[in-house]
């Protein structure tokens, strides 16, 4: 009744064709029940033959995607495909629409059916419904143009397919997905189309790609009225969502704004901020290059002294964590000369001087620093570090002397704690006093970082190893894993040797073993060294 009422109080003067067949079946029909009934079927056929009788071709593919949506909800795939394809009988003014509809109905009952793990309808009707995808997805692209959001659309479902099959097809139709959706952006004053393709194009790890089109999606909308605050809630948004591509290039344009409208006091905060979203964090999303990025944009703007110590130190361990050492020395440097007292002081000086000798093969100048340590007398996991460092130089460097007196030193000030250190300074003596050599692990590393003839294997490119987390509590559990790049080797598998050393905690891990996991029992900065070896000789080194 509400149904047939309401476009009647809108235009008395025509009545539309279900009104008219309902006063017909009121003045046939005696009984109400059966009236009513009628009427809502004859209502029911109206609407339906009707659904996308609608002037704008927009309006059918939203009344589409919401109707669709329902059926997906459900998982009612078949039902679906049925109810779409008994309205191409019907509307043939939005056939292209239809189409894509029923080749993403397709494609998403195939993805259900491999999520669920039902096989058997997979294996008997999945190559049907593959060919269904590519059928009615080609039919909306034949039937419409760039300019037609449902064109990219179904060239994107088209892509899917083929890149989900892995076949030859898959780059040539990425190519025309990318042209058609940068095409439609030109006429389209909506810019949802471009981050929807850049979204999935995304999720295949095509950066270069998605990139591209989160670059023309990010003009559009700067190019639109779209405030600084909106800007800002938009990347922030983005990041939450974990989209880090789309956000950083929101706050590239946001940045850009911001810095030729804020004065200096106000816009360092703000850049300050959006940094330490980026820089490394245990947990979250995270982009150390870009958080160095806007450290650089800070140090460009108000130079050096616009960094307070908790700044400094966040951008010299983010660029650490970055493994961009040398300039991270640079940055601990910093903070060494500026903030000589403050709480990270003796940890900038333990990092400076590992990065010395163990990056940059300065042996002097990092024993300068691991002896500005080891002369405090505040007792900390750096100072019984810097002892350690100390005596393991003077036993690789055969000064046996000196090697005893920094590791006895160190037992005598360590007393009953620091235990992992205390473990490997027994360890050293005993290979001094049984006139032993370095543990072979270690002793590679420190030939392979030290040696001048070593240089080129010291290279820190063709090795690699991560960490999870970095930041790790007592006797969390830290997650180790390396990567090298051996060159070619024909068909045949190379076999590597993985030889670690240094701080391992209580892991022992076997050379043949890339990954492990360990933990730690005492504070401090720990060091993990890592020798990749095949039968063709060094490979290369890493250390964190």
Known sequence: KGILEEPHRKAKTKKIPAQRQAEKIKMKTKNPRSAFL???AFAFLFLTFNFLRADDSTDAYTKLKETTAGYFKDNKYNECADYLKSLTQKDGANASTISYFIALTRYNQLKYLEESQNWNEYFSSGQDYRQQVGTYAQEAIDATSAKDSVNVYARLILWRLHKDQGDAMEDGVLTELVNAALENAKSSEDARLLKDVADQVLLYEDKINSRRLYKAYVEKLAASKISDEELSSSASRFYEEQNLELSEALYDVYIGRIAVNLPKEKLIPVLAEIAKQFTYKPAGPQDMFYAEK?????????????????????????????????KSKDVYLDLIN?????????EAIYKTGMIYVYVLADLKEGRNYFEKLAQKETIDPQVISAFYQLGLLSQWDNDVVKAKEYYNKLIEIAKDGYAGKLGLTKERLKEIEESKPLEYNLKSFLDVSLKQENAAAADMTKADFKLTPYLVKKDENLNVSASASAGESGCMPIDLQYLWSGDLGSAKP?????AFETNYSDSGVKQINLVVVSAAGIVGRSMD
């Open 338 to 346: 500026r903030f000589p007292q403050g709480p990270h002081i003796n």
């Open 510 to 514: 076997s050379p043949d073993q890339h």
């Open 294 to 326: 806007v450290f650089a944009k800070i140090e460009e703007t108000a130079g050096k002294e616009a960094f307070d110590e908790e700044l400094l130190y966040l951008r010299a361990f983010n660029l650490e964590k970055d493994k961009d050492f040398a």
């Open 38 to 40: 009628l009427i809502c």
